[in-house]
């Protein structure tokens, strides 16, 4: 995520919208793009304890990474665009939730699924619990 967030500032168009450049890195959508490295090592440190092994063990491990740019977009987007908590909920945190949640239930359904079919391909792959 650190990666991205440097290839984001060189310039390259891998924001949103298919943007770039250091500035999108201290506007409106900064607090979301700096929460990613943070959503990325919970979600990953909650995996590597084996809470990807099944859909609803997957669910909670995926969705404290959610919160957490919930967490952290939300309020820089309050403060940089000068709106108050619901404002900036309606506009930050609203319209997304129902795309988050999609995107939670088909990554939590996918992977276990992906871990059986590597158990299938490479029976020594599993990590030590």
Not at 47 to 52: F, Y
């Amino acid at each position: 995520m650190l990666i991205y967030l440097a290839e984001g500032a060189t310039g390259l168009p891998v924001f949103a919208g298919g943007t770039g450049g250091f500035l999108h890195l201290l506007g409106p959508t900064a607090g979301y793009l700096w929460s990613y490295p943070v959503a990325a090592f919970v979600t990953g440190l909650l995996c590597e304890r084996g809470l990807d092994r099944s859909y609803w063990t997957s669910v909670f491990s995926m969705l404290p990474g959610t919160l957490i740019i919930y967490a952290l977009g939300v309020p820089w987007l309050a403060v940089v665009m000068h709106l108050n908590a619901s404002q900036a909920f309606v506009g930050g945190m609203l319209p997304f939730i129902p795309g988050d949640l999609l995107k939670l239930a088909i990554a939590s359904a996918l992977l276990p699924s992906l871990w059986q079919l590597v158990r299938k391909i490479k029976p020594d792959s599993s990590p030590e619990r």
